[in-house]
């Protein structure tokens, strides 16, 4: 399985920075890129509607969202830093590929659905500021995924200097909407004491912790601190858990600071005059300036509105290149992951205003958080299992207070989201004119991805652990193989990639040398860290690699052939014609996967590499 955001992989070096402040800064960074989804436009939805509705009286879901996020954050840096995997890897080589598919399925709907409330939220921001309409604002977004790409080959550090000084604008532009609002600080602090007023603060408050911990934040976590490069031991591996913790304490405090403030501001201003019912952000922007008196007020809210938007959708997009290949390791150009995942969500934008109109995305924004979590517990239970196995964590799992106080949290926000879908499902059985579809269709769904979740919670308890290497890859040693003998070369390479692409290789290779030649299999591990150490990296993909090099080997020599086996490490179109012409070879057989024009941008052409590079025949077998 190739490294998480391969491109950026263990791109920042931390070893040679001396102790103290500067060690820290060169781990400061990735919990930034997350804070902002703790601050994108959906979180202003559901801030608003809660502040304007119930005044202060949720601020404390805020606060025990903000504890619940620190540490499952923690624990998804924890996983990336110690197992060198996200989370999307780690369940790929954990689950079935049937439950893999439906976790990929629930985890691109989050996605979508976050991507939504960021499109919106920038949209309306530049409706806010500039009058541009919100169809053009959502075209507009199309542009971010030119952006990333852009900052993602200056590095990560200037992504990060990016995302912060977009954090900073949203941060200051806060503290200025506070001085104007003036609120009370007696009924702040009162805030923070658990109440539920009714069941609509129960969908809101329920929303506020879709909108808080997001499951998109925890494959994204546990992917970026993978590029910080450290020392692998067991104190350089401690240091590194202990730097991103204070990396995550700052920047989701700030993500606080900033929610909060959105609430209060809500509260404060519409809730104080008897406003109950703003939920549109962009009401909250027209009633601003006539409520605190300056037209600093909505100016401020736009400008921050926009910057949240601008962050949150190149996180957005990295989470989309992370969930889609470590579910489906599923490699193509970066730059055509991205375009797919800013379509998700920039269609069901559109379509969403083009036939519900402008007035309903206060409504949407609030549902996209809503769905976010309902896909929580998909994403936080396989995580809990994960961080709390020794075997993957090798000494350092995490302690028995640590999983009771995950396991708790785990627990509320199930337990929130059944009641929710309960007594959504209720209302639509008692309000339907046909309930009969509804049996038919949401409630077998219902059940379903319920029985999903007990699963997911049980199957580590029941299933007796394999101390081998699982290959979860859609690699096949399993070959049919003819021994027709024909005429006999001296010495034929054949170059394999576990695929279905080799059956026919090999035979064709036999059916030209038979059993008296002797075969070279090669393969080529194409890895970041293959590219940077060669023969000398020992990551999970080399391992797979390796042992199904050796089984080609043991397999084909029971059936009288003479094998030998050459294992090269980087990219195939330099590598194979490397080993070809430092070797005695007669032909190179290589097997395609049948792919031009369109294919050939998105999985490269190695054939064409190879055969310009080599002196010897090269017979290409089309798959």
């Given at each position: 399985?190739s ?11 931390t070893e040679h ?12 960074g990735p919990a930034?890129l997350i804070?902002v989804?703790y601050?994108?436009p959906?979180?202003w939805?559901t801030?608003i509607?809660?502040g304007?509705?119930f005044?202060?009286?949720l ?6 969202s903000?504890?619940?996020a620190?540490?499952?954050q ?9 197992t ?15 439950i893999?598919?439906?976790?990929y399925f629930l985890a691109e709907i989050a996605?979508?659905?976050?991507d ?9 921001g530049?409706?806010?500021l500039?009058?541009i309409?919100?169809i053009?604002g959502v075209m507009?977004t ?5 952006l990333?790409?852009?900052?993602i ?8 200097a990016f995302i912060?000084a977009l954090?900073?604008?949203i ?5 200025f909407?506070?001085?104007f609002?003036?609120p009370?600080?007696a009924?702040?602090?009162?805030g923070?004491?658990?109440s539920l007023?009714?069941?609509?603060a129960?969908y ?5 912790i ?6 998109h ?5 546990s992917s ?13 591996i401690?240091q590194?858990l ?9 920047a989701?405090?700030?993500a606080?600071?900033?929610?909060a403030a959105?609430?209060i501001l ?5 809730y104080q005059?008897?406003?109950f019912?703003?939920?549109?952000i962009q009401d ?10 300056t037209?600093?007020?909505?100016i401020?809210?736009a ?5 949240a938007g601008q962050s949150?959708?190149v996180?957005?997009t ?5 969930v ?12 055509v992951r991205?375009?797919?995942?800013r ?12 036939v519900?109109g402008?007035?309903?995305t206060?409504?949407m924004l609030?549902?996209?958080?809503v ?11 396989p ?5 709390s196995?020794?075997e993957k964590m090798?000494?350092f ?14 627990t509320i ?9 309960f ?5 639509w059985?008692e309000s339907s004119e046909?309930p009969?579809i509804?049996w038919c269709?949401?409630v077998?769904l ?6 999903l979740?007990?699963?997911i ?7 007796n ?7 979860h890859?859609p690699?096949n040693?399993v070959?049919?193989?003819n021994?027709k003998?024909?005429y006999h070369?001296?010495n034929?390479?054949i170059?394999v990639?576990?695929?279905e692409a080799?059956?026919?290789?090999l035979?064709h ?8 030649t002797?075969?070279t ?7 970041v860290g293959?590219?940077l150490?060669?023969?000398k990296?020992s990551d999970h993909?080399?391992t ?5 090099l050796?089984?080609?080997k043991?397999?084909l020599e029971e ?8 294992l090269g490490f980087?990219k195939?179109g ?8 430092e ?9 395609t996967?049948g792919?031009s024009?369109l294919k ?7 054939v064409?590499n190879?055969?310009h590079?080599?002196?010897i025949?090269?017979?290409?077998i089309?798959n």
């Amino acid at each position: 399985m190739s490294k998480s955001l391969e491109e950026v992989h263990e791109s920042i070096a931390t070893e040679h920075k001396p102790s103290g402040f500067r060690k820290i800064l060169a781990f400061l960074g990735p919990a930034y890129l997350i804070s902002v989804g703790y601050m994108d436009p959906g979180n202003w939805a559901t801030d608003i509607a809660g502040g304007s509705q119930f005044g202060y009286a949720l601020l404390w879901v805020l606060l025990m969202s903000n504890i619940m996020a620190l540490l499952l954050q923690s624990l998804s840096a924890r996983l990336g830093i110690v197992t060198q995997r996200d989370l999307a890897q780690a369940s790929r080589e954990t689950y079935s590929p049937f439950i893999n598919y439906i976790l990929y399925f629930l985890a691109e709907i989050a996605i979508a659905a976050c991507d939504l409330a960021e499109v919106l939220g920038m949209a309306i921001g530049l409706n806010l500021l500039f009058g541009i309409s919100l169809i053009q604002g959502v075209m507009i977004t199309v542009l971010d995924t030119f952006l990333l790409l852009f900052l993602i080959n200056k590095g990560m550090r200037k992504m990060e200097a990016f995302i912060l000084a977009l954090v900073l604008i949203i941060g200051f532009s806060f503290i200025f909407e506070m001085i104007f609002a003036q609120p009370s600080v007696a009924k702040i602090a009162s805030g923070l004491i658990p109440s539920l007023p009714n069941e609509n603060a129960l969908y809101i408050a329920i929303g506020i912790i879709g909108a808080t911990v997001m499951p998109h934040n925890l494959y994204l976590h546990s992917s970026l601190v993978q590029t910080r490069k450290f020392d692998r031991s067991k104190k350089g591996i401690s240091q590194a858990l202990k730097y991103n913790f204070i990396d995550s304490t700052i920047a989701l405090n700030l993500a606080f600071f900033v929610n909060a403030a959105i609430l209060i501001l809500g509260a404060a201003v519409f809730y104080q005059n008897g406003m109950f019912e703003v939920a549109e952000i962009q009401d909250a922007h027209k009633l601003l300036e006539p409520l605190l008196g300056t037209k600093w007020a909505p100016i401020l809210f736009a400008v921050a509105l926009i910057a949240a938007g601008q962050s949150s959708t190149v996180t957005g997009t990295l989470a989309g290149q992370i969930v889609m290949e470590g579910y489906l390791n599923l490699r193509i150009q970066p730059w055509v992951r991205r375009i797919i995942t800013r379509l998700i969500a920039i269609i069901p934008a559109v379509i969403v205003i083009s036939v519900f109109g402008e007035s309903v995305t206060g409504k949407m924004l609030i549902l996209s958080q809503v769905i976010l979590s309902l896909q929580l517990g998909f994403a936080i239970i396989p995580l809990i299992h994960f961080v709390s196995d020794k075997e993957k964590m090798k000494g350092f799992e995490i302690s028995t207070t640590t999983q009771i106080a995950s396991w708790v949290i785990a627990t509320i926000i199930v337990s929130l989201n059944i009641k929710l879908v309960f007594n959504e499902i209720q209302n639509w059985l008692e309000s339907s004119e046909n309930p009969t579809i509804l049996w038919c269709t949401v409630v077998p769904l219902a059940i379903g991805f319920l029985i999903l979740l007990l699963y997911i919670v049980f199957k580590p308890f029941i299933s007796n652990a394999k101390n081998v290497i699982d290959n979860h890859s859609p690699h096949n040693t399993v070959l049919k193989l003819n021994t027709k003998e024909n005429y006999h070369n001296k010495n034929i390479a054949i170059s394999v990639d576990f695929s279905e692409a080799d059956e026919k290789a090999l035979n064709h290779a036999f059916d030209i040398g038979g059993k008296e030649t002797r075969y070279t299999l090669i393969h080529v591990v194409e890895t970041v860290g293959a590219m940077l150490y060669g023969n000398k990296t020992s990551d999970h993909e080399t391992t797979i690699d390796e042992n199904l090099l050796l089984e080609y080997k043991m397999l084909l020599e029971e059936r009288g052939f003479h094998i030998d086996i050459k294992l090269g490490f980087g990219k195939p179109g330099k590598i194979i014609p490397k080993i070809i012409n430092e070797g005695n070879y007669d032909l190179l057989i290589m097997g395609t996967h049948g792919h031009s024009g369109l294919k050939d941008l998105i999985f490269g052409t190695t054939v064409d590499n190879v055969r310009h590079k080599i002196s010897i025949p090269l017979f290409i077998i089309k798959n």
